[in-house]
């Protein structure tokens, strides 16, 4: 290339480099906006034991407790658990005037450490345990106040603290349930 080919072309060579940088910067910053809000980040939390309202229900933590050694197969002999690990259930309780609204809620138990747990997990397949969700098992109509019980598989090293249920529709925001 001659040296008039880049005295025609240096401004359209300089205007080159921040229209890359643009052409790059809007789908990564787009990327990074849709992974933001579609994890959850904004709790909603009461007092200890308290209600809390999300997505038209209202819900609470009764009770969590360690039941490890009352976990059986479906030959009611106990269950056997790898290595290192506990048993911790939930009950939770929910008033729903319409119990499909959170249909599909992703159950999660919140350690001290801040590590997270899901409900329902492999570790289990095999108990006498009935898969938990944020809607009362059965059929017809069901009541407008119910309780359920998730079953989680914690390190045994791990203390757990809260509870968590999000909705995909309702993300970033999430309740933090706390016994």
Not at 27 to 33: A, G, L, R, W, Y
Not at 43 to 71: E, F
């Amino acid at each position: 290339m001659s040296g008039q080919w880049w005295r025609r072309n240096r401004w359209g060579l300089l205007a080159l480099v921040p229209a890359l940088v643009l052409a790059f910067y809007a789908p990564i910053h787009d990327f990074h906006e849709r992974y933001w809000f579609g994890k959850p980040h904004q709790p909603l939390s009461a007092a200890p034991g308290g209600w809390v309202d999300y997505a038209d229900a209202r819900m609470r933590l009764v009770d969590m407790r360690d039941v490890t050694t009352q976990v059986t197969d479906y030959d009611d002999k106990p269950f056997k658990l790898p290595a290192g690990v506990r048993v911790w259930s939930a009950t939770l309780e929910f008033v729903a005037a319409d119990s499909d609204k959170i249909i599909g809620c992703q159950l999660t138990m919140e350690s001290a450490a801040g590590s997270t747990f899901e409900a329902n997990p492999n570790e289990l397949f095999g108990a006498d345990l009935r898969y938990a969700g944020c809607t009362p098992g059965g059929i017809g109509t069901p009541p407008p106040q119910y309780k359920t019980v998730a079953y989680f598989v914690l390190p045994s090293t791990a203390r757990p603290v809260a509870v968590r249920v999000a909705l995909a529709t309702k993300l970033p925001r999430y309740a933090r349930l706390t016994p």
